[in-house]
T-cell receptor
């Protein structure tokens, strides 16, 4: 129940395309859903986060879509750029507790 | 630069040995978290300390232990090392007691290779 399942494991997108990464969870007590971005040789860094009282949050080219009834949330990267090539992790937590991370998605944006 | 410092960056050791990984959190952050990142397991939460006290425990092996000192730096001790312990170990910090309400700031990790 503590797991967060992320797909796909890897994703190749052409420059200018839309990258979509999906996550699913079981624990209905989760109330905070961030996405982290990790470049090679670096630690993960917060990209964008959402709480379950909204269905969508947009920051620039990055959008989180949240479906509470389906217990799913996704990251959309619009107009994907080669600089977006990185590993993306979804995560979830309950009542300010520890973050549980998904398995990660390695995104490659081809020029 | 996240402000979280981890040392050493790379460590190569043999099976059965013991190593210590060190983390200095961002200035003012009271919470320190340790995560293990391996290719097949993703980011696994190990343990959290808040202001010197253990706050939460995850999938941390009994051979592993951690502590947070009065100056808030933290150490992760790994003993009786096995090949499967080879991984990237991340430290993260946050100002609050629960990292789930805000941003975790990650260091660049310590890459442990057990031969």
């Amino acid at each position: 129940q503590q797991q967060v399942k992320q797909s796909p494991q890897s994703l190749i997108v052409q420059k200018g395309g839309i990258s979509i990464i999906n996550c699913a969870y079981e624990n209905t007590a989760f109330d905070y859903f961030p996405w982290y971005q990790q470049f090679p040789g670096k630690g993960p860094a917060l990209l964008i986060a959402i709480r379950p009282d909204v269905s969508e949050k947009k920051e620039g080219r990055f959008t989180i879509s949240f479906n509470k009834s389906a217990k799913q949330f996704s990251l959309h990267i619009m107009d994907s750029q080669p600089g977006d090539s990185a590993t993306y992790f979804c995560a979830a937590s309950s009542q300010g507790g520890k973050l549980i991370f998904g398995q990660g998605t390695e995104l490659s944006v081809k020029p | 630069d996240s402000g979280v410092t981890q040392t050493p960056k790379h460590l190569i050791t043999a099976t059965g040995q013991r190593v210590t990984l060190r983390c200095s959190p961002r200035s003012g952050d009271l919470s320190v978290y340790w995560y293990q990142q391996s290719l097949d397991q993703g980011l696994q939460f190990l343990i959290q300390y808040y202001n010197g006290e253990e706050r939460a425990k995850g999938n941390i092996l009994e051979r592993f232990s951690a502590q947070q000192f009065p100056d808030l730096h933290s150490e992760l001790n790994l003993s009786s090392l096995e090949l499967g312990d080879s991984a990237l170990y991340f430290c993260a910090s946050s100002p609050s007691v629960g990292g789930g309400t805000g941003e975790l700031f990650f260091g660049e990790g310590s890459r442990l290779t057990v031969l």
